[in-house]
Nanobody, 126 residues
């Protein structure tokens, strides 16, 4: 199993970025997936998640309306469109593969995920 994130970089406040996560080594359309981030000196923060077929999406409240998660199972790729970026969005963003196709009571539990990418740096600064 391999998850490879890309699309990070330096962007000005108010700008946009789209992150991608290329998945391989497993049937991508059988599993839910998530984006998680870690800012310098802070704990991991769950960003968003999506079920196996993209029918249901989940967001941490502070990101609702600005971030959009999507997936293209034909291309084995997960996306995170980020708009109206703020300095506090600066972090390393990771994609993670869940062990289940859909979520139950929570999508934020680390025990739900078995594989993680290496991360891509997003820096929001003027």
């Amino acid at each position: 199993v391999q998850l490879v994130e890309s699309g990070g970089g330096l962007v000005q406040p108010g700008g946009s970025l789209t992150l991608s996560c290329a998945a391989s080594g497993f049937p991508c359309d059988d599993y839910a997936m998530s984006w998680v981030r870690q800012a310098p000196g802070k704990d991991l923060e769950w960003v968003s998640a999506i079920t196996f077929n993209g029918a249901n999406t989940y967001y941490t409240e502070s990101m609702k309306g600005r971030f959009t998660i999507s997936r293209d199972n034909a291309e084995n790729t997960l996306y995170l469109q980020m708009n109206s970026l703020k300095s506090e969005n600066t972090a390393v963003y990771y994609c993670a593969k869940a062990q289940i196709p859909v979520y139950g009571s929570s999508w934020r539990s680390p025990t739900l995920y078995d594989y993680w990418g290496q991360g891509t740096q997003v820096t929001v600064s003027s």
